[in-house]
């Protein structure tokens, strides 16, 4: 490790087990001192442009004053309170608000910490729906290859089977059905075949809609969300939408559910819910969900409770972040990173080892073939001052909705040379 590294990093490097990496091989962890609206300053000194939004949460860039504020107003007042049998006004607050901003009847919001376990959440919610209704054996799920729902043991068994980083956990998951989205009238036809042998086990169908992010930026036309929701219908399963990475504008309007008309029976949201500022995360029941939970038998409750499950500091940030949502103006800025993305990706089409380009919104991603190695990709475009954390085959931007023209202009130029 270089001698002019930090002592906290030197004195931390053998103990702290990082995500994702080979810790025997990983490039060594870039020293953070400081973040400022897209900007990751360096303990040595160096800027960066944060192309990901710090794994897509800080939509509206970092350290937002009015974020900020509220944290702090929070922080001196109540940083924490446990949420069994007592109540507090910033969560009360924001499940109002989510259930006025969600479409359909999506009203009842239940608290967690992070993205997987509200997913884990949503998952036991419509198992219990089910046995809470009479119909014991509907246990099972179905979900879709290329899609990503979390890293815990429920979550990783919905997950892409063939994604990678799940295939040694194969044989201690629960078997689930992962299938092919029905993009086209021939998948369709598959599905509701499959449906029609398979329905009477599954409690519900689970979707990234729009966009199926950790899986490799997969892109599905609206159209896919409104044959799900028929065929759930058709077949009396639930419908559970993944938010996580598509909620809160992300792909151009503040669900990704609302470009298709439809709603689920469940949907869950964390990451940009708190601004990409505290960790949050929950899981929201139409009335019909919650309607099976209301009862006089103890045995029909949701018996689950996070422990930090509404934190008062969290909720001040997403009630605060909503806030910003609030005028609207945040709609024109990502139609115009789309249109920027559009454009300053386009030049990687015509490069060597560049399979597609795909656009939605405040997302860009490149995919690439095997010729191509992106951590020398990733460490070309730290070299020009832009972070980026390629996955699998796809080098991705999805900036904080604040970014300037000129630093996207960046970002772009940055992937666009590395690639070359």
């Known amino acids: 490790m270089p001698a002019n590294n930090p002592e906290w990093l030197t004195d931390g490097v053998g103990h702290v087990w990082r ?11 870039l020293a953070v001192d400081s973040t400022n609206g897209v900007e990751i300053h360096l303990n040595d000194g160096r800027i960066l442009i944060d192309g990901i939004g710090s794994w897509w949460t800080a939509v509206h860039g970092y350290n937002h004053p009015h974020i900020m504020a509220a944290i702090s107003a929070q922080l001196a007042k109540m940083p924490h309170i446990m949420f069994g049998g007592l109540a507090h006004e910033p969560a009360y607050r924001l499940a109002a608000r989510l259930a006025k901003l969600l479409p359909g009847d999506l009203n009842h919001v239940f608290f967690a910490e992070s ?7 949503a998952m036991k919610m419509a198992v219990q729906y089910w046995r809470n209704s009479g119909a014991t054996g509907r246990t099972k799920f ?27 956990f194969a044989n201690v998951m629960a078997a689930q059905h992962v299938v092919g989205l029905p993009v086209d009238a021939a998948s369709t036809v598959a599905l509701a075949a499959y449906l ?19 899986g490799g930026m997969l892109m599905h036309n609206p159209d896919v969300l409104r044959t799900l929701r028929r065929l759930a219908d058709a077949h009396g399963m639930l419908l559970i939408f993944d938010e996580i990475f598509t909620g809160f504008g992300r792909t151009g309007t503040l669900f990704a559910m609302q470009s298709a008309g439809v709603e689920p029976d469940i949907v869950t949201l964390s990451k ?4 990409g500022v505290l960790p949050l995360s929950c899981a929201v029941a139409s009335t019909r969900v919650f309607a099976a939970f ?19 500091l969290g909720c001040a940030a997403a009630n605060a972040s909503l806030d910003l949502f609030e ?12 249109a920027q993305l559009t454009i300053g990706l386009a030049p990687c089409r015509s490069l060597p080892g560049v399979v597609d380009v795909r656009v939605l919104g405040a997302i860009g991603a490149v995919e690439v073939d095997k010729s191509i190695d992106l951590k020398r990709v990733a460490s070309a475009c730290h070299a020009a001052g832009c972070f980026i954390r390629p996955f699998g085959r796809i080098v991705y931007l999805t900036p904080a909705y604040s ?5 996207l202009a960046r970002l772009c130029a940055a992937i666009v040379s590395s690639l070359s």
């Open 19 to 29: 995500p994702y990496c080979q810790m025997k091989t990983a490039a060594p962890a």
């Open 115 to 121: 993205g997987s376990v509200s997913v884990e959440i």
């Open 142 to 168: 179905l979900s879709f290859l290329g899609g990503y729902h979390g890293d815990t043991f429920a979550t990783m068994s919905i997950c892409d089977p063939e994604e990678g980083m799940h295939t040694i």
């Open 196 to 214: 029609a042998e398979y329905a009477h086990e599954i409690a519900a169908i689970i979707v990234e809609p729009l966009v199926q992010g950790a």
């Open 272 to 275: 940009a819910l708190t601004g």
């Open 294 to 312: 209301w009862s006089d038998d103890p045995m029909a409750a949701l018996m689950h409770g996070p422990t930090y499950m509404a934190n008062p």
């Open 327 to 338: 005028d609207g103006t945040w709609q024109a800025r990502v139609s115009a990173i789309s």
């Open 403 to 407: 970014i300037s023209e000129p630093d």
